[in-house]
C-alpha cells in the first residue's frame, strides 16, 4: 500500500435489548454496513486493504475480530485486515 485514504464511514443502526435487532448477528449487520457503504463510495471492492470498526462491547461474535469476519461475509477477498477499536471518552460513553 503506497498511500492510505479514507474514501467514507458509516454507522450501524442503534438497537436495543430485545429490540428489533436482537436477532441480527453483529457481524451479518455490519457486513450490510460495509456493502452499503462499497456501493455509496462507489469504489472496487478488491480496492479495500483495510476494514477499521469501533466496536464497545467486544463479546460474542463480536470479540471474534468482527471487522474482518464482516469484511469476508460482506464478500471481501482475504486479503483486507480488519480490526476494531475500544475507545470510551471521559464520561465513560463510547465515542
Known amino acids: 500500500m503506497a498511500n492510505a485514504v479514507i474514501v467514507g464511514a458509516v454507522r450501524t443502526a442503534v438497537g436495543k435489548k430485545n429490540g ?7 457481524d451479518d449487520l455490519l457486513a450490510d454496513t460495509l ?6 463510495v462507489k469504489i ?22 468482527i471487522a474482518r469476519n464482516a469484511a ?9 485486515a480488519g480490526g476494531q477499536l475500544r475507545r ?3 464520561d465513560s460513553r463510547p465515542i
Do not use: F, T, Y
Open 35 to 40: 456493502k452499503a457503504l462499497i456501493e455509496r
Open 20 to 26: 428489533k435487532l436482537a436477532g441480527v448477528r453483529p
Open 44 to 65: 472496487d471492492p478488491s480496492e479495500v486493504e483495510d476494514v477499521i470498526v469501533g466496536c464497545v462491547d467486544q463479546l460474542g461474535e463480536q470479540g471474534m475480530n
Open 88 to 90: 470510551h471518552g471521559r
Open 72 to 80: 469476508l461475509i460482506a464478500g471481501l477477498r482475504l486479503g483486507p
